[in-house]
């Protein structure tokens, strides 16, 4: 696709609920990134994904948490038993990796709310 | 240590004058890459300018520049003649370019808020 694609952009579940949120990223870009905003806050990272490498899951704040990218190019952030402090909009980006700019892109991002 | 510092939680400034964003950065690695990001009230993030560690100009795009000063590791974004739309959260970013597997995370910074006055 033309730019980073999330899915969906607005969930609202009941605590205790598990969500899972999609990210397809750019077209040929091996590296994507998930981050969590928090309501007039900045980005918190949550896991990086680059290429066939294992990912760096060290932004994820709790084993309730957890993601995976299938082939290489979609990847899909879970979180099992939500909880209201999780309530935030959660941040794709994806880029080509490697040095250079590296620019990444990001997606409108999902809007979650746990009642 | 904080990896990247705005001080600036709000800025105003009248349209068609310039403004500085400040930005500060912390990182031992000698390699890494500096961004500048706009996120209007709509929430989408917005790439606006990079400048790489090696970089010898500062970089510039339409009204955006990077004003890079390596030895006091700050890379301050000035976008001039401001506009109505430019009013929007600005974050500064950092990539640190680590040898070891290609690992490239980014920092952002916590943001400032930019209004512009008609």
């Known amino acids: 696709g033309a730019g980073v694609s999330q899915s969906p952009s607005n969930k609202v579940t009941e605590k205790g609920k598990d969500v899972e949120l999609r990210c397809d990223p750019i077209?040929?870009?091996?590296?994507l990134y998930w981050y969590r905003q928090s309501l007039g806050q900045g980005l918190e990272f949550l896991i990086y994904?680059?290429?066939?490498?294992?990912?760096?899951k060290s932004g994820l704040p709790s084993d309730r948490f957890s993601a995976e990218r299938t082939g290489g190019s979609v990847s899909t952030l879970t979180i099992q038993r939500t909880q209201q402090e999780d309530s935030a909009v959660y941040l794709c980006?994806?880029?080509?990796?490697?040095?250079?700019?590296?620019?990444?892109?990001f997606g409108a991002g999902t809007r979650l709310s746990v009642l | 240590a904080q990896k990247i510092t705005q001080t600036q939680p709000g800025m105003f400034v009248q349209e068609k004058e310039a403004v500085t964003l400040d930005c500060t950065y912390d990182?031992?690695?000698?390699?890494?890459?500096l961004f500048w990001y706009k996120q209007p009230s709509s929430g989408e993030m917005i790439f606006l300018i990079y400048?790489?560690?090696?970089?010898?100009q500062n970089a510039t795009e339409g009204r955006y520049s990077l004003n890079f000063q390596k030895a006091r590791k700050s890379a301050n974004l000035v976008i001039s003649a401001s506009q109505l739309g430019d009013s929007a959260m600005y974050f500064c970013?950092?990539?640190?370019?680590?040898?070891?597997?290609?690992?490239?995370?980014?920092?952002f910074g916590i943001g400032t808020k930019l209004q512009v006055i008609p």
């Open positions: 990182t031992s690695d000698p390699s890494y890459g």
């Open positions: 400048q790489g560690s090696y970089d010898q």
């Open positions: 980006a994806s880029s080509s990796g490697g040095t250079g700019k590296n620019i990444q892109y």
């Open positions: 994904f680059q290429g066939n490498s294992a990912p760096d």
């Open positions: 077209s040929g870009h091996t590296a």
């Open positions: 970013a950092m990539r640190e370019d680590r040898n070891s597997g290609g690992y490239q995370k980014v920092t």
